[in-house]
Nanobody
Framework: QVQLVASGGGSVQSGGSLRLSCAAS????????MAWFRQAPGKEREGVAR???????TYADSVRGRFTISRDIVKNTLDLKMDSLKPEDTAIYYC??????????????????WGQGTKVTVSS
């Protein structure tokens, strides 16, 4: 049974940093593409960053240069380092796991596994 547990959310001021982590069990993160999504109040869920099975990464334009997605194969965790946070980054962040080694452009409904979400609040 695949389980994803997200952690690391919190409240920070604009310009601050946070690191989110997603611990996976029953799933080898090195084999597949994983992603971070976020959903702000009243908005649709949007992709933030993805890492493919070959370790290639993609980012949303709104976070490129500020966020870094990475995997720790030993710990079997997916991380998202968020720097220079802005109020518009406020959202619930979800980690998601696919059964594909490449998932660039894959819509959220095609990710079979999801973490429970962790809330990030950035104040101005």
């Amino acid at each position: 049974q695949v389980q994803l547990v997200a952690s690391g959310g919190g409240s920070v001021q604009s310009g601050g940093s946070l690191r989110l982590s997603c611990a996976a069990s029953g799933y080898a993160i090195s084999n597949y593409c994983m992603a971070w999504f976020r959903q702000a109040p009243g908005k649709e869920r949007e992709g933030v960053a993805r890492v493919n099975g070959d370790s290639g990464t993609t980012y949303a334009d709104s976070v490129r240069g500020r966020f870094t997605i990475s995997r720790d194969i030993v710990k079997n965790t997916l991380d998202l380092k968020m720097d220079s946070l802005k109020p518009e980054d406020t959202a619930i962040y979800y980690c998601a796991a696919s059964r594909s080694d490449f998932c660039s452009g894959l819509p959220p409904e095609l990710f079979p596994y999801w973490g429970q979400g962790t809330k990030v609040t950035v104040s101005s």
